[in-house]
């Protein structure tokens, strides 16, 4: 096999290349002087080829990169390819909320398959269901409960793992499996007069306990901020913050630390001071699941 890097995959490619004992090649890359850019295979792949792409920062640019890639190397060799996409930027676009919006997801899932990617490695994509309902690529979505739950397992104490919104209590359910320990999610809710959104656990209490609050993407760090401060008025004695994608525009580690959240964790599918959980033993593992099913 070979393992393809397209621009800064933070370590991952290398991982993976480690992880399943195969060479890495750095695909060439360069931005001509009108902004277009431009990618090269700088050899032809041994067996099956891997390409790892996270599509942040700068999604747009990174996505384009991506199915270039994919284009050329489909056209060096006839055996399967497999993209490791660690962040999946638009997942969040996977539905028309406001009539005449695209589904950003689907336009990025079809164009793979047209290109004729043969699989698909995603990260904590935020729907997971968007892998089988637009395309039929064959694909594995990594987990990343355990490796959160790990990680903060030495500081849980009567703890409660918590997601920001009913949409990630799956993933909080999960966690907390991992941890032994309650789950509940919080609900939004806004003064009809002052506009100030105030948010309260579904059916816990978490009154001098410690919260862990788990989400998928940390952006502005607005949702976050909002759960942390609501946990700590209602007499939580620590908070924990973990997310698997630390987007982390600017500003958004201050607004966490400054809402009183004791620390931040993340994996590493996007660069960050808070990536400090490595998703490639992980990722290693579903990509020989699905190399086994594709050989
Ligand atoms: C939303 O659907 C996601 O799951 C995250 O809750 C959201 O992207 C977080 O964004 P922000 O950090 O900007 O509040």
């Known amino acids: 096999m070979t393992v393809y890097a397209l621009e800064n995959s933070n370590g991952i490619a290398a991982g993976i290349a480690r992880g399943i004992?195969?060479?890495?090649?750095?695909?060439?890359y360069k931005i001509f002087p009108d902004g277009e850019s431009y990618v090269r295979v700088p050899q032809k792949p041994e067996g099956v080829a891997i390409l790892v792409a996270s599509l942040y920062p700068n999604p747009d640019k990174r996505i384009f990169e991506l199915l270039m890639s994919v284009e050329a190397i489909k056209a060096l060799s006839n055996e399967p390819l497999i993209?490791?996409?660690?962040?999946?930027?638009?997942?969040?676009?996977?539905?028309?909320?406001?009539?005449?919006?695209?589904?950003?997801?689907?336009?990025?899932?079809?164009s793979l398959e047209t290109l004729g990617l043969d699989g698909l490695v995603v990260v904590d994509i935020h729907k997971p269901s968007v892998l089988?309902?637009?395309?039929?690529?064959?694909?594995?979505?990594?987990?990343?409960?355990?490796?959160?739950?790990?990680?903060?397992?030495?500081?849980?104490?009567?703890?409660?793992?918590?997601?920001?919104?009913?949409?990630?209590?799956?993933?909080?359910?999960?966690?907390?499996?991992?941890?032994?320990?309650e789950y509940d999610y919080l609900v939004k809710e806004r003064d009809r007069v002052t506009g100030e959104v105030k948010a309260m656990p579904k059916n816990l209490t978490v009154e001098e306990r410690t919260v862990l609050i788990v989400d998928d993407i940390i952006s502005t760090g607005g949702t976050m901020a909002l759960a942390a401060r609501t946990v700590l008025?209602?007499?939580?004695?620590?908070?924990?913050?973990?997310?698997?994608?630390?987007?982390?525009?600017?500003?958004?580690?201050?607004?966490?630390?400054?809402?009183?959240?004791?620390?931040?964790?993340?994996?590493?599918?996007?660069?960050?001071?808070?990536?400090?959980?490595s998703v490639v033993p992980a990722a290693v593992e579903e990509l020989r699941s699905l190399l086994e099913e594709l050989l």
């Open 132 to 181: 089988s309902e637009y395309t039929s690529i064959p694909s594995r979505n990594v987990f990343i409960d355990r490796l959160i739950a790990e990680y903060f397992h030495p500081k849980m104490r009567n703890s409660v793992v918590l997601a920001p919104d009913v949409g990630a209590l799956e993933r909080a359910k999960r966690v907390a499996a991992h941890l032994d320990a």
């Open 21 to 28: 004992g195969d060479k890495l090649v750095q695909l060439e």
């Open 233 to 277: 008025s209602q007499g939580a004695e620590k908070v924990y913050a973990a997310c698997t994608h630390a987007v982390m525009v600017r500003g958004a580690l201050d607004l966490l630390i400054s809402s009183g959240i004791s620390e931040v964790a993340a994996t590493d599918t996007v660069p960050s001071p808070v990536s400090k959980i």
């Open 83 to 110: 993209a490791v996409v660690p962040y999946m930027a638009y997942a969040r676009q996977d539905k028309r909320f406001l009539e005449g919006e695209p589904i950003s997801i689907r336009v990025i899932l079809k």
